[in-house]
């Protein structure tokens, strides 16, 4: 048992450590205030993480994600902006578009028999490509539920908020390690995940899941995209470019193994807090450049994967061998 | 030789699929296959798809002996920033070019003996070892430049992006140096036949008697080479470092290059020139869809389509589905390859027990 939770609870060691020597640091920094604007920052990067470590627990990739938020972007700007529909009926456009993109991937991946990676890159290439077509200029939108959607938010007294965008990433979180925890659905993607072959034999409908599984992560960076618009109020083709890095990065510091079937989704929200962390602790800065997020995020990936290989060679009866990936 | 036909059959989809872009850019513009001499240099169309194509091509030669080993290099783009924000900012600090090259050079080394480190020794999946270098790497190419775009004056830096050698154009003899002693390293010797059996089954090539942790990393740091030159080049090319886009995305035009190439991400075959056809046919669509007066924003869709097309006429899935006359030993390798995927191995293996 402690064996499935010990890279979780590294991580949220980490969190936690990280987050207790800002304060020391900053003593303004433990205020919820600023853990409200942390969550809010990286809302539609935990959003679309979330979609990823299905992904990746199946044992797949998708290098989609981030096109998708930004395509999702223009799409609202444009519905809501030049065709004048109701942000409400953008939304659900936009969201079945995202899903249907997904598991048009997924089919492509299953039936065709080709490597995720190849797959959603030209995904990626074909989202981005469709909002460059759709505008190159960045549209803002300024229909008035935009902003009444961003004055919602729990206040607190002390100070500070939960908006809106963090609510959603908090229940896309709760939601999602429901399905993946306590649903025939998530066992699946496990059991995919471990061994495509012996799931296959075991009866579970690899297609059905294969399919669904991008989907879901087409519908989670739909629901991302929809957040970064709410977010930033503009449709913009070049929107979250890279995000897919992110979260990929946020999946393995959480503590999934990239070879799948391995992996917990709570693991994702705690990767996704700690880059949060490290960029709101260079900003309290103001001395450090901000280059320096990618090399201490590049730093902890490593740290972070050499942890995993130490506790497989541990365990794992074979002296540490792992499989061939 | 039934090889080479049998290369032939297998190459056909991208030879076609180079020549038919190549058709469509001189039908669009009947000057495209025009070449004339200028000052000395080469120019024209095809030049210019050459010449704009090679840092691409030279990353995929790297990126083909890396994903002939089943692995995949993500950071050579992040490598490329950093060679070219060493070249520049040794540049402006008033070195010399011997200097400067060797040390960009070295920065190239050193980086894919660090991939290769994390992949050979401590056994890391390549997609997550090379992550780490292409996350980190531009942000250490930052740290060179300090945020800066970092421009110089040197003649004899430049003269790599835009100089010419007996009229080619330097980018261009460089690439194909780099083709002939990579392709003379690995078919003249045995390192080919290494590189790919490392590919097929680490483990029994391994029993086998090869030394798997050097050819793994002696390819991560080849692939790391060809990256710093190609950063070099496009560092001359702009007489300029900038530690953000240099190189950025590159990566993914690489392997897309690889794969389009014919060279099967699982490992175990490759094709270096079908690596350059497949950089040639990414190049020569830019330039077309630019020469054509396309908006460019139209360039990702079509990128996209024409590597599905390539994909799906290479898939097995396809090849089974659609009834076409084949000879049982044409037959054997497909069925071969289905099988040999590594959930069924690990079937096997495991029914053994």
Redesign the interface.
């Known amino acids: 048992m402690i064996q499935r939770f010990l890279p979780l609870i590294v991580t949220m060691m980490v969190l936690v450590v990280g987050f207790l020597l800002c304060a020391v640091q900053f003593p303004n920094f433990a205020s919820l205030r600023v853990v409200g604007n942390l969550l809010t920052d990286n809302a539609f990067v935990g959003i679309a993480a979330a979609g990823m470590t299905f992904v990746i627990l199946s044992g797949g990739i998708d290098l989609s994600v981030g096109a998708v938020i930004g395509f999702t972007t223009v799409l609202l700007a444009v519905l809501i902006e030049q065709a004048g529909l109701h942000p409400a009926v953008a939304f659900a456009v936009a969201l079945a578009v995202a899903t249907g993109f997904g598991a048009a991937m997924g089919a492509v991946i299953h039936w065709f028999q080709m490597p995720p990676f190849i797959v959603t890159l030209a995904g990626m290439f074909i989202a981005r490509g469709v909002s460059f077509v759709l505008t190159t200029d960045s549209i803002p939108i300024n229909h008035p539920l935009y902003s009444d959607l961003n004055d919602v938010a729990w206040r607190f007294a002390a100070g500070g908020r939960l908006s809106l965008p963090a609510m959603l990433m908090l229940g896309v979180f709760g939601l999602s390690m429901l399905l993946a925890h306590w649903t025939r659905f998530g066992a699946n993607i496990y059991a995919l995940g471990g061994n495509r072959h012996s799931a296959e034999l075991m009866g579970v409908p690899v297609a059905r899941t294969t399919v669904a599984v991008y989907a879901l992560s087409g519908l989670l960076a739909g629901l991302a995209g929809i957040v970064f618009s709410l977010y930033t109020g503009a449709g913009y083709s070049l929107a979250a470019t890279g995000v897919e890095l992110d979260t990929i990065t946020a999946v393995v510091i959480g503590g999934t193994q990239l070879t799948g079937g391995y992996g917990l989704v709570l693991g994702t929200f705690g990767g996704v807090l700690i880059q949060g962390l490290i960029q709101t602790y260079i900003t309290f800065d103001g001395t450090m450049s901000s280059w320096w997020t990618k090399i201490a995020i590049g730093v902890l990936l490593f740290v972070f994967i050499l942890l995993q290989k130490g506790l497989l060679a541990v365990w794992s009866d074979r002296g540490g061998e792992p499989a061939e990936a | 030789m039934t090889l080479s036909s049998s290369a032939l059959r297998r190459n056909l989809p991208q030879c076609g699929a180079l020549i038919a872009v190549l058709l469509a850019n001189w039908l669009l513009f009947p000057d495209f296959f025009s070449i004339r001499v200028q000052d000395g240099r080469l120019f024209g169309s095809l030049i210019d798809v050459m010449n704009r194509g090679a840092p691409v091509a030279l990353l995929a030669i790297g990126m083909t002996m890396v994903i002939a080993t089943r692995g995949?290099d993500l950071s050579v783009g992040a490598v490329m920033a950093i060679s070219g924000a060493i070249a520049a900012t040794m540049t402006q600090a008033g070195w010399s070019l011997p200097p400067v090259l060797l040390v960009s050079l070295g920065a190239g080394l050193l980086c894919g003996l660090w991939n290769g480190v994390l992949v050979a020794v401590?056994?890391?999946?390549?997609?997550?070892?090379t992550?780490?270098?292409?996350?980190?790497?531009?942000?250490?190419a930052?740290?060179i430049t300090?945020?800066q775009i970092v421009t110089f004056v040197s003649p004899g830096l430049a003269a790599i992006g835009s100089g010419a050698v007996l009229t080619v154009p330097t980018p261009v003899v460089l690439t194909a140096a780099t083709l002939a002693v990579t392709a003379l390293l690995v078919r003249a010797t045995a390192l080919g036949l290494m590189i790919e059996s490392v590919g097929v089954?680490?483990?029994s090539s391994a029993y086998a008697g090869v030394n798997t942790p050097v050819i793994l990393i002696a390819v991560y740091v080849w692939c790391g080479l060809c990256a710093a030159v190609a950063g070099l080049i496009v560092t001359a090319d702009i007489r300029g470092a900038d530690?953000n886009n240099a190189g950025l995305w590159l990566e993914?035009d690489a392997?897309?290059a690889v794969?389009v190439g014919g060279t099967s991400?699982?490992g175990g075959r490759f094709g270096l020139l079908m690596s350059i056809v497949g950089a040639a046919i990414i190049q020569a669509m830019n330039t077309g869809i630019l020469l054509s007066g396309f908006?460019p924003?139209?360039?990702?869709?079509?990128?996209?389509a024409v590597?599905?097309v390539v994909?799906?006429a290479q898939?097995?899935?396809?090849s089974l589905l659609l009834p076409r006359p084949r000879s049982p030993a044409n037959a054997l390798p497909i069925a071969a390859k289905?099988t040999s995927n590594?959930?069924?191995k690990?079937?096997k293996e495991?029914s053994a027990q």
């Open positions: 995949v401590l056994r890391i999946q390549p997609i997550i070892a992550l780490i270098l292409m996350v980190a790497g531009r942000g250490i930052q740290l300090e945020g089954n680490r483990l530690a993914l392997i897309l794969v991400l699982l908006k924003e139209f360039n990702l869709i079509v990128k996209a590597l599905m994909l799906l898939s097995p899935a396809l289905v590594a959930p069924g690990a079937h495991g």
